[in-house]
């Protein structure tokens, strides 16, 4: 859990280049799927390298809490003894899945189809997210929950006792959505066809075509159209979680602004769902090398190698959103290092995340004295060719990523950057603090 506790002021400030290798903790996402469909498989599941931080926690909790067994073995090693599909156990007290967003919306997913009830609850951040757009598609499998106001957490949920399968075409482009009604079509006889116009992260479903469910995505004119059949007896698997780019994202951007920096980052994930910011940093002229590319347990994933570079502002296409969507806040800002300015648009789903990411991320970046102008799905950031004041605080909302964007900025402002609160970094990246200062970066 995380914003319950006091808040953690933090601050960084410019020094000496950064250097050395950054080892970066197991990737959010598939952590997560890992944890769940280890629950919903017969047999012993193996997981090398889970990401130990809160959020993930929070999941590995609710899934015990649903009947599995689940066992921290060692450092990022865990096992999950599960229950197989539509073997989920009514838990017995509230779930709490603290800051993720994407725990809960996975999770609720996974029960809603067995003929069991829970309550959710979360943060304050979590508790201020829409749920609607999970529990919509969810009713139409024939779950039912109710929630406070407009169907936001504390959430009960009653799994349906018939699910009928369901063709639903996601109103967002969001792997959240799409990944809860795949999982609740696991205990749905028949097909569900779940489609997004846009393609999001697809960890699902390479992780339920892994542990053995037959599930196949085809390209029509309405989209990608993902058909999965219910009921398949999903098997436990080995999995060895590639390192998050997510996190990576924040020493990479780091060292393209903090001059005379190189670092190496070992074996990032590169799905190509999830790596849209390094295509963009590349456009903006970071010098970034991807070698050793290879596939590890079904993902692709690469050792990437980064100088400080000089870089120019560009326009983020907006189809490439959905692939660096949890990325902006970092991009906003090296943009402002950047020279030109860095358009960014399409991104109105930074507005239902953590915090309201753009509103966070403009707000921040005014108080270092960068000019941004912004919209209800847009972001443009002034870059000021490597002269950026600083000084100012910015307020992180409970969200980690906004807290870790502006401590990676400061490292090549003028003067200090403060941020309120880096409490959430815990969420995500627990040894960012102690990774970064290893590198050579100064962050109290
Ligand atoms: C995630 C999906 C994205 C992303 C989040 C992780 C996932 O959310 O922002 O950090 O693991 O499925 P949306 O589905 O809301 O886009």
Redesign the pocket.
Known sequence: MSGHGTPIPMQSRAGGPLSGTAEIPGD??VS??SLILGALSVGQTNITGLLEGEDILDTAKAMSAFGADVQRIGDGEWTVSGVGVGGFAEPEDVIDCGNA??GV??IMGAMSTSPITATFTGDASLRSRPMGRITDPLALFGAQSVGRDKGMLPLTMVGARDPMPVRYTSP????????AVLLAGLNTPGKTVLIEKEK??D??ERMLRGFGAEIETVETDEGFEITLTGQPELKAQDIAVPRDP?SAAFPVCAALIVEGSEIVLPNIGLNPTRAGLFTTLVEMGADITFENEREEGGEPVADLRVKASKLKGVEVPEERA?SM??EYPILSAVAAFATGKTVMRGVK?LR??ECDRIDAMARGLEAQGVQIEEGEDFLIVHGQSGEVKGGGTAKTFIDHRIAMSFLCMGLATKEPVSVDDGAAIATSFPIFQDLMKGLGADIS
């Open positions: 959010k996402s997560h799927r967003g994407t919306r996975l967002h482009p969001s792997a959240q959505i799409k990944s999001t992260r960890h699902t997510s959905p969507i949890d789903e239902v995340k």
